[in-house]
Antibody
Framework: DVQLVESGGGLVQPGGSLTLSCSAS????????MNWVRQAPGKGLEWVSA????????YYADSVEGRFTISRDNAKNSVYLQLDSLRAEDSAVYYC???????????????WGQGTLVTVSS | QSVLTQPPSVSAAPGQKVTISCSGS????????VSWYQQFPGTAPKLLIY???KRPSGIPDRFSGSKSGTSATLDIAGLQTGDEAVYYC???????????FGGGTQLTV
C-alpha cells in the first residue's frame, strides 16, 4: 500500500515562507484527493487544505486562505504545500494524508505520513 | 474552538465499554460520512472507522461507530490498557467546504 513521507519543515521567521513536500511510494496517489492536516504542539487536529485528483478543486481552511497554496505533481507522485506570510500560530506538525472518499469533500484519511514540524519564531 | 464537539476525556476500567460522542450540525455530520482516528503520543493519527461504521482491515471489532442525525459515536468494547490514546472524529463540512475535526477525547483505561 502507499506510504507517505513529508519533508521541508523547519524553523522560519514570522513573515517567512516554506514549501512542504509529501512524497508517496508503494502505489500511485493520482486517483485520490490529498489533504494536509496540522497539529500544533499539545493541540488537536486541524484540517488545512485539500486538492482533488486532477487539481481542479482546491480548498483551504479560513486560517490559511490566501497565505498557503496546495499543489500536486501526479507524475512525481507528490503533493506540496507552499506556506507564505507565516505566523507564530502556524507552528505545528504538518501531516499529509490521502482521502479515500470518492471525489472531493470527505474525511476518509488513510494513510498519514509521519509529519514534518514547522516552527515560526524569531 | 472545534467545529465538532467531543468530550475532552473519558475513562473506564479494563474490560469495560466506553462511548465517545461527536456532535456536529446539518452541514457536516448530517450530510457527510464520519471517520474516527486514534492517536498515540508522538505518532501520526490512524484511521479507526470510516463511512460512519466501517472498519479498515486490521481494526478489531471491539471498535464500532454509528451516526444518527447530527451526532456520531465511537464505541470501544473490552477495553485494554493499550487503547489509551486520543480519539478524534472527523468529517467534511459542506458549508464552507472544509474538512473538520473534533477537539479530541483522551481515553484513560
Amino acid at each position: 500500500d502507499v506510504q507517505l513521507v513529508e519533508s521541508g519543515g523547519g524553523l522560519v521567521q514570522p513573515g517567512g515562507s516554506l514549501t512542504l513536500s509529501c512524497s508517496a511510494s508503494g502505489s500511485t496517489i493520482s486517483p485520490y484527493t490529498m489533504n494536509w492536516v496540522r497539529q500544533a504542539p499539545g493541540k488537536g487536529l486541524e484540517w488545512v487544505s485539500a486538492i482533488s485528483s486532477t487539481s481542479i478543486y482546491m480548498y483551504y481552511a479560513d486560517s490559511v486562505e490566501g497565505r498557503f497554496t496546495i499543489s500536486r505533481d501526479n507524475a512525481k507522485n507528490s503533493v506540496y504545500l507552499q506556506l507564505d506570510s507565516l505566523r507564530a500560530e502556524d507552528s505545528a506538525v504538518y501531516y499529509c494524508t490521502r482521502d479515500l472518499t470518492e471525489g472531493i469533500g470527505g474525511n476518509w484519511f488513510d494513510p498519514w505520513g509521519q509529519g514534518t514540524l514547522v516552527t515560526v519564531s524569531s | 474552538q472545534s467545529v465538532l464537539t467531543q468530550p475532552p476525556s473519558v475513562s473506564a476500567a479494563p474490560g469495560q465499554k466506553v462511548t465517545i460522542s461527536c456532535s456536529g450540525s446539518i452541514s457536516n455530520i448530517l450530510n457527510n460520512d464520519v471517520s474516527w482516528y486514534q492517536q498515540f503520543p508522538g505518532t501520526a493519527p490512524k484511521l479507526l472507522i470510516y463511512g460512519n461504521d466501517k472498519r479498515p482491515s486490521g481494526i478489531p471489532d471491539r471498535f464500532s461507530g454509528s451516526k444518527s442525525g447530527t451526532s456520531a459515536t465511537l464505541d470501544i468494547a473490552g477495553l485494554q490498557t493499550g487503547d489509551e490514546a486520543v480519539y478524534y472524529c472527523g468529517t467534511w463540512d459542506s458549508t464552507p467546504n472544509d474538512g473538520v475535526f473534533g477537539g479530541g477525547t483522551q481515553l484513560t483505561v
